[in-house]
């Protein structure tokens, strides 16, 4: 099947982009892997599409302190490939690894399926598990950033607003003493994942800075509920887990 009739626009900045959004009512194309399939198969027929790959410094990852933040034209592929986002996070390397293939991964954004909201989709369960944030931009209320925890409402449904455009998402860095892990169950490697699930432990210090207790752990689990939820479990004590170097966990990478 091929899409219905639709207009093309592309735009040369973000308000640029914005404002055709408004002025269209139609969707926002970035990477297009999730959109264009949906529109050949008639199960979205927009009015127009918004191309923002012409749009400058949107497809920058920027690696600071306290976060990862990665603009709304980075394709999976470049998070992937982007060393110094894995040093500080690896969750986002061990996680967009099972996106898709990796033609897909060239291609998609990580942004757009932030946006795509399926609750199968590994990004959006890393994004809620990180305790994240999506900053978008709109003509008529300017900027605003939305929490992870508010961002994802229901399946292939986010909080955006049909006038705003995604521009950027965070994911800050787990704490100092922390592990995570990532591990997906598929038919085959780059199919949707039947059920996966990503984890974080911190690990606390006594006064001596010997590693104890487990403070906190976090969990993440694409494709087992309607939306993606992060499940939280604080105070357990040293030896909870099956000693320290079980809590660590399969594929950890101890940061500080």
Partial sequence: MKPAPFAYHRPSTVD??????????????????????????????PAALVDLNHVTGLADIDVSDTAVRIGALTRHGDLER?????????????????????TIRNRGTTVGSLVHADPAAEMPAVLRLLGGSVEVVSTARGRRSIDAEAFFVGPLESALEPDEVAVSACFPHP??????????????????????????????????????????????????????????????????????????????????
């Avoid at 002025?23 to 926002?28: D, R």
């Avoid at 894995?86 to 969750?91: Q, S, V």
């Avoid at 694409?222 to 170097?245: E, I, M, S, T, Y």
């Fill in 16 to 45: 640029e982009a914005a404002s055709m959004l408004a002025a269209t009512e139609g969707k926002i194309l970035a990477g297009g892997q999730s959109l264009i399939p949906i529109m050949s198969m008639r199960l979205a027929a």
């Fill in 82 to 102: 982007n060393v110094a986002a894995y040093d500080a996070n690896p969750l986002l390397r061990r996680a967009v690894q099972h996106v898709a293939h990796a």
């Fill in 175 to 256: 704490p100092a003493g922390s592990g995570s892990a990532w591990l997906e169950i598929a038919r085959r490697h780059g199919d949707y994942g039947l059920v996966g699930v990503g984890a974080l432990v911190v690990l606390d210090s006594d006064s001596s800075g010997e590693r104890g207790g487990v403070p906190d752990q976090r969990g993440g689990h694409p494709g087992a509920r309607r939306r993606h939820r992060r499940l939280q479990r604080r105070g357990v004590r040293r030896g909870g887990l099956g000693g320290r170097q079980d809590a660590r966990g399969r594929g950890h990478r101890p940061r500080g």
